[in-house]
């Protein structure tokens, strides 16, 4: 019975501090896409993925979500 409730524990807080670490890397991501985003130019970004030519990769999504057409920056 200890043995449960000492693993019933344990999961808990690996959860709990799982979900934590998960918070904090998606506030560090938005932090740090905010501030590339008030720095770079669309053909900077679109550099950072070179060799990636598909539309649908990741890195070209993100390029084009940060920096819609029309952005002047």
Do not use: W
């Not at 932090?31 to 649908?56: G, V």
Request: with cysteine; glycine share 2%.
């Amino acid at each position: 019975m200890k043995t449960k409730v000492l693993l019933v524990t344990l999961l808990s807080l690996m959860v709990i501090c799982f979900i934590n670490l998960q918070v904090s890397a998606d506030k560090m991501i938005k932090e740090n896409t905010y501030n590339e985003y008030e720095t770079e130019t669309l053909d900077e970004c679109l550099k950072k993925c070179q060799n990636r030519h598909y539309l649908k990769d990741p890195c070209i999504i993100r390029c084009h979500v940060l920096h819609p057409i029309g952005d002047d920056k």
